[in-house]
């Protein structure tokens, strides 16, 4: 257990074993890349044909949603979009394994998340058209606003999490009751002091709180590689809760590892890390050119894991779904598309003092003051209203 | 009639460059289908058409730089089409759409199959192989379950999803194509290193990516180039006058396809002497009449450093790293240098000495889409078997994605050339400047070979070695390539030095 070259400490290739290209032994899988079910002893779990078409749709008409707004950014009706593509199975799997009661505290490309919360895509689109702040109510969906700044929202949910104790909502055994906190984040927030701050302290105060980190290989441009010398999951070891690794683009073991996560932060166990391994196909954002700082074999190699191709050829193979349920789909996802469209064109332009109504849940007099005076200002032109 | 306006596609751009239109007045278009090309600071980006219908008019000329806001084409409704017919319908619809979406963020996403990938049905199939991937023997064969499913099922959905990816992910295909057709032919000896006469670090050109990409495909090295540009930095323009034909495909010599790239009736071609090609001739003229060349060759039995290099996969320390019989010869002639130093020596006309190097930089001769290219692996001697064949497999996968510096290429003491990988016996190599000797890798193959007294099959290469015969003797130079021959037909004899 020494260093070859003679140092102290562990070799961590004794320790956690040779890099490991596909997710290494660890990996939770429930659905195969060629579509076929795999069983698990810790986490296996028998799905409806119903729920499974559920999966697949979300997963489509979500790809659909990123696809548009691709698109719009390029027609100039959007300043940025952040891409999702490649990671739908692991929001959709977090997105629908988190109940009404539980929050979820989103980064800024949970488009799949915020479509399971049941947030109209077109709120996202205003977000990233700039026509408001994304200033969805987040009690509304129980689901945060998207935020910007790298694994803020960690420390939020954690602080979150801890209220919902106080609030008495945790290991009451009433399930309807009882609830915990979905914390999103990437495996490049990994790196920041926020979420390690947030680990800590959800640890000490066995807050109920999944830490859900999409680790889809890249920080922009910095590869996992060089953000961890361990797998991320193992972390957790270090702040004293669990960690596992799930296949991200597995829609069936990322749903069955999150909720049986958010079982155990509800129930009073404390918290989890979800560390849900996959890739993110596309650029960083539409302002981003990954092939300046990747290799192509690596995207061709993900290309074969599919998320949704995998649970189509599973639905396919097993009779789960007709001609006439992808065909349905289909139109459906072009009708969302149109919808997005023309939604996003349709957007009214914000007035110049509705920012003055987005600072406090009470307007202080002081603010009131400056809305005002900044309205007699804009009377002063000429054709102002 | 709806007017598309040049979109800022990156984060406060205020102008980019027309650089193709995919479409041309007369065309049909459907809402995202790929229309126009263009290169802003940041990146070349494809623009997916915002509006259904026939093109009425393109506004800007290619080649024109416009800022954002500008309209740049005009498409009428659907239903529009005037009795106007266009001059002609699009020559080959397919070839306008084979899309380079180099930037996976470039195309945004659309109507199914009006979605860029519209040729997808000639290239899918052969898609995945093209690349084969390192999988267990069952795996594959559920993939090939899949890929039936697909075949015999694929709905429209199914085809949008796949198109969808395919799009945009393009750029791997795309780049896979290109690393799959060397451009060296069989001639394949190595050129000079263009940096080898200056510093490390000195060489550093600016130019903006997208350019850096055109020089990429056009194999056209920046270094070569006088700027014009802004701020001294290398435009689109001087590349293009660099590789001859603005946007055409330079022909590379030797590669596939060049007796046939002629226009039918012409018997002669001129192809400007540019670009890498002229830093080769150049390099490869110096060195060839400026350093006396000899070249030895031997034929020995390889069969030994084959065995040995199938024991070495099977051994952990080996496990993902590429093990070939070019490692072996690589640590072969590293370690015979020990006894004839003088081979990794460099000729100092100007200070009238001979420089005997006591580390290695170790050339590797690597066939990529730009051209031929020695990068080295920086003091080879003081590595490992298994750091050795890392290095030779990080300097080769680099090189051949068309990434390596001009660093990885300077200060080189020795270079190996592997024609065997083009199924060739040996060749004379020409010594890559700057240096005193080069060795050959020809082809293994099984042949008879006489044991004992008895004919037996065995793999048998020819190796050459090429020297400096300024101040490297005959018995210097021939000591050396049978040491070489003497630990790759008995790798245990590697134990003598």
């Known amino acids: 257990m020494t260093h070859a070259d003679g140092g102290f400490g562990p070799d961590l290739v004794e320790v956690f074993g040779p890099r490991q290209e596909d997710g290494g032994p660890e990996l939770i899988q429930l659905l195969s890349p060629e579509g076929e079910r795999i069983h698990h002893p810790e986490f296996d779990m028998d799905f409806s044909a119903d729920q499974l078409r559920g999966f697949y749709r979300d997963m489509v008409l979500v790809r659909r949603i990123d696809v548009e707004a691709t698109a719009l950014q390029r027609h100039g009706e959007l300043g940025i979009w952040a891409q999702l593509l490649g990671q739908e199975a692991a929001q959709i799997g977090a997105g629908r394994a988190a109940r009404p009661q539980d929050f979820v505290f989103p980064t800024y490309r949970e488009h799949g998340v915020a479509w399971c919360r049941g947030l109209d895509p077109l709120k996202l689109l205003g977000l990233f058209r700039g026509v408001d702040h994304g200033d969805w109510d987040p009690s509304e969906y129980n689901f945060s606003l998207y935020t910007i700044v790298i694994g803020a929202q960690t420390l939020h949910a954690t602080g979150y999490a801890m209220g919902m104790q106080r609030d008495g909502v945790v290991g009451t055994g009433d399930p309807e009751r009882d609830a915990a906190v979905l914390a999103h984040f990437g495996d490049g927030a990994s790196s920041q002091g926020d979420v390690n701050e947030s680990f800590i302290f959800a640890a000490s105060y066995n807050a109920p709180v999944v830490f859900f980190c999409q680790n889809n290989q890249w920080a922009i441009s910095e590869p996992i590689e060089r953000q961890s010398r361990i797998p991320l999951f193992q972390r957790a070891l270090g702040f004293g809760f669990p960690g596992l690794r799930v296949d991200g683009n597995d829609v069936l073991a990322t749903y069955a590892v999150t909720q049986a996560a958010l079982q155990r932060a509800r129930d009073g166990q404390g918290p989890t890390l979800v560390e849900a391994y996959t890739y993110r196909m596309g650029a960083h954002t539409t302002t981003d050119d990954p092939t300046r700082y990747r290799v192509s074999d690596d995207v061709e190699r993900w290309k074969l894991k599919d998320p949704i191709a995998r649970l189509e050829v599973y639905l396919k193979r097993n009779g789960l779904a007709d001609e006439q349920f992808f065909a349905d789909l289909a139109e459906e996802a072009a009708a969302l598309g149109h919808t997005l469209r023309e939604g996003c064109k349709a957007m009214p332009d914000p007035k110049p003092l509705d920012i003055f109504d987005r600072v406090y849940s009470e307007t202080t007099p002081e603010l009131v003051a400056q809305r005002d005076g900044f309205a007699a200002y804009l009377a002063t032109f000429e054709g102002a209203h | 009639m709806p007017e598309y306006l040049l979109p800022d596609v990156g984060e406060g751009l205020t102008e980019a460059e027309i650089v193709t239109w995919k479409v041309k007045v007369g065309d049909q278009v459907a809402i995202n289908d790929v229309v126009v090309e263009i290169e802003t600071a940041k990146s070349l980006v494809e623009l997916p058409s915002p509006y259904a219908g026939e093109v009425t008019a393109i506004l800007v000329a290619e080649g024109e730089t416009v800022p954002v806001g500008t309209p740049i084409i005009a498409i009428g409704a659907p239903a529009e089409a005037t009795g106007e017919a266009p001059e002609s319908p699009a020559s080959d619809p397919k070839a306008d759409m084979v899309i380079d979406l180099s930037n996976p963020a470039a195309s945004g996403g659309g109507e199914g199959e009006s979605l860029v990938g519209r040729n997808k049905a000639d290239r899918g199939p052969t898609r995945r ?210 006894r004839t130093p003088m081979i990794n020596s460099t000729w100092d006309e100007a200070a009238g000495e001979v420089v005997v190097k006591h580390y290695v930089n170790l050339g590797i001769a690597a066939a990529t889409p730009r051209g031929l290219v020695v990068p080295n692996v920086k003091d080879a001697h003081a590595l490992s078997l298994v750091e050795l064949a890392r290095a030779i497999e990080e300097l080769t996968a680099t090189a051949r994605e068309g990434r390596t510096q001009p660093a990885d290429m300077a200060s080189g003491t020795f270079t190996i050339t592997n024609v065997g990988v083009f199924g060739v016996d040996a060749g004379t190599p020409i010594i890559n400047r700057g240096e005193s000797a080069i060795l050959c890798m020809g082809a293994i193959q099984p042949k008879p070979w006489v044991v004992g007294d008895q004919v037996v099959p065995r793999q048998v290469t020819t190796i050459a070695l090429s020297f400096d015969h300024r101040h490297i003797d005959g018995a210097t130079g021939s000591q050396f390539l049978a040491d070489v021959a003497g630990i790759i037909s008995d790798p245990a004899t590697a134990l003598l030095f």
């Open chain 2, 129 to 338: 192989a093209r690349r084969p991937l390192v999988e267990a023997a069952g795996e594959r064969t559920a993939r090939a379950d899949v890929h039936d499913l697909y075949n015999q099922n694929a709905t429209d959905q199914h085809a949008k999803v796949e198109h969808i990816v395919s799009a945009v992910l393009g750029d791997a295909e795309h780049q896979a194509r290109a690393a799959g057709e060397p451009t060296a032919g069989p001639v394949s000896l190595p050129a000079e290193t263009p940096a080898a006469t200056e510093a490390a670090g000195d060489v550093r050109v600016l130019a903006k990516p997208p350019v850096r990409k055109l020089a990429k495909d056009l194999g056209v090295d920046l270094r070569s180039l006088e700027p014009t540009g802004p701020d001294g930095t290398v435009s689109r323009a001087d590349v293009e006058q660099a590789a001859g034909a603005p946007g055409s495909d330079t022909p590379t010599p030797g590669g596939p396809g060049y007796a046939a790239s002629g226009a039918p009736g012409e018997r002669e071609t001129r192809e400007p002497i540019k670009g890498v090609r002229k830093m080769m001739a150049s390099a490869m003229t110096d060195s060839a009449f400026s350093a006396p060349h000899v070249t030895e060759w031997m034929t020995i039995d390889a069969t030994a450093t084959l065995d040995l290099v199938a024991r070495l996969k099977e051994r952990r320390e080996f496990k993902g790293v590429k093990v070939s019989p070019l490692l072996v010869f690589a640590r072969a002639v590293l370690l015979a240098m020990r």
